[in-house]
């Protein structure tokens, strides 16, 4: 073998080698979520955006693991033990409630970020919003406290509304607490309460059977991840029973759904993703209080509200941060 064509192997060896060693110190990022990849894309690129904004870039610097649960809770923990044994740096316990909570019980010492939809005091996750203390910490779109407020804007959409439909995933840890907030906003409405509960794509379409024959006025979607994923059946069963129906988030409204009431969760996300850079560099979860969105958005689809037949009010509409047409 030539000098040059030796110097050139050996020049390259090493910058491969040095390559492979600057790989394999690259942190390693678990991502735990209860949804499922193609219909949390947008929120995954958030939460990148958001780990890209503190200098970390998957497939350069950091390693993602990803787990998914595909809207079945009862796989999570598994999932969280072998991110756990993978030895990873950081979890992004994502999708709602039984992500963190997996991911808690999982471990102790790991530092964990979440997104979820309720208060993460009244789970157990954090000692409070401000000092979270322990090694947990996230975002919250306090998707469960909005409730009573969706409650009234569709009261406001159907005044003449006497009974309303809610559908709540009951393997989702917040359905009661905010099946009991619609309820008691009802009771000073004079509003009849008719819950449905649904946790699989068959449940659902008996559900809306269920609350059309019981001749529900409107519908309100409880705050839930399953039911987010499955937003284009909600959508589409909505639309074919002529039933008016609020969500929890725009991406309802986005995929045929008639309103919604609740924050950007893409927002929640990049947030989350900022949360687990700052913990790569060195900073403890007890450190990062738990933030929570500072702004909701109403949106509402008027092609849907013409398929449907409605009359949206004026005072509605003028309320409205998004109208899809």
């Known amino acids: 073998m030539r000098r040059r064509q030796f110097i050139t ?5 090493t910058a491969w080698r040095l390559a492979a060693r600057a790989q394999q110190a690259a942190p ?22 958001g780990l890209g904004e503190t200098g970390y870039y998957e497939g350069k610097n950091v390693t993602i693991e990803y787990r998914w649960a595909e809207g079945h809770y009862d796989r999570l923990p598994a999932l969280a033990e072998e991110l756990v044994r993978r030895g990873v740096a950081v979890i992004a316990a994502t999708g709602g409630e039984p992500s963190p909570l997996a991911a808690k019980a999982a471990t102790a010492t790991l530092p964990i970020v979440f997104t979820l939809g309720g208060d993460p005091v009244e789970m157990g996750l954090v000692a409070s919003i401000s000092r979270p203390g322990g090694n947990l910490t996230g ?40 099946v009991r907030e619609v ?8 509003i009849e309460i008719n819950v449905q509960n649904a946790s699989t794509e068959r449940e ?26 499955q937003r284009d059946q909600l959508a589409g069963l909505a639309a074919r029973h002529a039933v008016p129906t609020m ?41 990062l209080p738990v933030l929570r969105p500072t702004s909701f958005l109403l949106s509402i689809n008027l092609k849907t509200a013409k398929a449907l037949g409605l009359a949206l009010p004026a005072t509605l509409l003028a309320l409205a941060d998004d109208v899809i047409e």
């Open 9 to 13: 192997f050996v020049g390259g060896a």
């Open 28 to 49: 390693v990022v678990g991502f735990l979520s209860a949804r499922s990849p193609a219909e949390a894309a947008s929120v995954l690129g958030a939460f990148r955006q």
């Open 139 to 178: 975002t919250t779109i306090m998707g469960v406290e909005l409730g009573p407020k969706r409650l009234d804007l569709v009261r406001q959409l159907v005044p003449k509304a006497l009974r309303i439909a809610i559908l709540a995933n009951p393997k989702f840890p917040m359905a009661s607490a905010e």
């Open 183 to 190: 309820e008691g906003a009802a009771r000073t409405l004079a």
């Open 204 to 229: 659902i379409e008996k559900a809306f059977a269920e609350l059309v024959q019981q001749r529900s006025d409107a519908l309100i979607i409880g705050t839930d991840p399953f039911l987010l994923g």
């Open 247 to 287: 969500y929890f988030l725009r991406e309802f409204v986005e995929a045929g759904g008639l309103l919604s009431y609740g924050p950007d969760i893409r927002r929640g996300y990049r947030q989350a993703g900022v949360y687990t850079g700052y913990i790569l560099r060195g900073t403890k979860p007890s450190e």
